[in-house]
């Protein structure tokens, strides 16, 4: 759910918050909390190409990049989460609240969850990136972590109604044997294996 639309009109934290304690009060199993992405304020489109939503204000608030502004993708809905948390915990319920964007290192989650801001944390971007990541952590070679640079390469391509893949790891090993590639041929459709 929506911590905030961030458009005019649009539903805020207080709602979020409401909507959140009735989600829980009905048994809903988690609220999963974002924010932006509303095609509301989108700009309009070139003929013949779908509607971006994260162009306007909502949707760079849902999908911000490390070009953003100074402070950046990292974290920036974890408030909204602890505040609709702390709304769900006065009631009494104990349903998981999750807190997600720009979640990229276990450092920055396990603060989230020690400082009680959420139950759990997501990290989508992160895990594509490199979906060995907590492998690697687990095992004491966190150094070896992929990091996402948040530049919103995958979801340009998803956009484009093109195959999903990482700028970070697309074009890497191309040679690999029986690598499955995207329909055009130029770009990987997994990410290199890690090689222990």
Request: with cysteine.
């Given at each position: 759910m929506l911590g905030d639309?961030v458009?005019?009109g649009?539903?805020?934290l207080a709602d979020?918050?409401?909507?959140?304690r009735?989600f829980?009060a009905?048994?809903?199993d988690f609220?999963?909390?974002?924010?932006g992405?509303k095609?509301?304020d989108?700009q309009?489109?070139?003929?013949?190409?779908?509607v971006?939503?994260y162009?306007?204000p909502?949707?760079?608030?849902?999908?911000p990049?490390?070009?953003s502004?100074?402070?950046?993708?990292?974290?920036?809905?974890?408030?909204?989460?602890?505040?609709?948390?702390?709304a769900?915990?006065g009631?009494?319920l104990?349903?998981?609240v999750?807190?997600?964007?720009?979640?990229?290192s276990?450092?920055?989650?396990?603060a989230?969850?020690?400082?009680g801001?959420a139950?759990?944390?997501?990290?989508a971007?992160q895990?594509l990136?490199?979906?060995?990541w907590f492998?690697?952590v687990?095992l004491?070679?966190?150094?070896?972590v992929?990091?996402c640079?948040?530049?919103?390469?995958?979801e340009?391509l998803?956009?484009?109604h093109?195959q999903v893949?990482?700028q970070?790891w697309?074009?890497v090993e191309?040679?690999e044997?029986?690598l499955?590639r995207?329909h055009?041929?130029?770009?990987?459709?997994v990410a290199p294996r890690w090689?222990?």
């Open positions: 639309e458009i005019a649009g539903s805020d979020a918050a409401q909507f959140a009735a829980a009905a048994g809903m609220v999963s909390v974002s924010k992405g095609f509301d989108a309009q489109p070139k003929v013949g190409e779908a971006y939503p162009t306007g909502s949707g760079y608030e849902c999908m990049t490390i070009h502004d100074a402070r950046g993708p990292f974290a920036r809905n974890v408030p909204l989460a602890a505040a609709i948390r702390a769900i915990r009631d009494g104990a349903t998981p999750v807190a997600a964007g720009g979640i990229h276990f450092d920055q989650a396990e989230i969850l020690a400082d801001h139950d759990i944390v997501a990290a971007r895990s990136a490199d979906p060995d492998l690697k687990r004491g070679r966190g150094a070896e992929r990091r640079k948040f530049t919103n390469y995958c340009a998803d956009t484009q093109k893949t990482c970070l697309d074009r191309l040679d044997p029986d499955a995207s055009d041929g130029r770009r990987r459709l090689r222990r």
